[in-house]
């Protein structure tokens, strides 16, 4: 069983800045892809980025283009999100998630962290 775990969260004020990070264990070696979704109260969960861990594509939303930066961790299995510019409706829990392929469908992918909140204040 995989077994995803993130960190980074908190309270930031607009324009500033949060890493999250994530680190996978367990049985992720057919998962090709790491994502980070994120969902607002009352509203459905959405991708946010995604790399592949073969080929390091990469895909963004277009509403964190710019700001957000996914990338790889030195150690094996783990994924950052740099946060950059972060607005008030960046407010979300954080998901990190593993899949087979990238994608920006959350059904796609198997393993689940418990998320990390994401307050960006006015």
């Known amino acids: 069983q995989a077994q995803l775990v993130e960190s980074g969260g908190g309270l930031v004020q607009a324009g500033g800045s949060l890493r999250l990070s994530c680190a996978a264990s367990?049985?992720?070696?057919?998962?090709?892809?790491m994502g980070w979704f994120r969902q607002a109260p009352g509203q459905e969960r959405e991708s946010v980025a995604t790399?592949?861990?073969?080929?390091?594509?990469?895909y963004y939303a277009d509403s964190v283009k710019g700001r957000f930066t996914i990338s790889r961790g030195n150690a094996r299995n783990t994924v950052h999100l740099q946060m950059n510019s972060l607005k008030p409706e960046d407010t979300a829990v954080y998901y990190c998630?593993?899949?087979?392929?990238?994608?920006?469908?959350?059904?796609?992918?198997?393993?689940w962290g418990q998320g990390t909140q994401v307050t960006v204040s006015s």
């Open positions: 367990g049985r992720t070696f057919s998962s090709d892809a």
């Open positions: 790399i592949s861990w073969s080929s390091g594509r990469t």
């Open positions: 998630a593993a899949g087979v392929d990238v994608s920006t469908r959350a059904y796609e992918y198997n393993y």
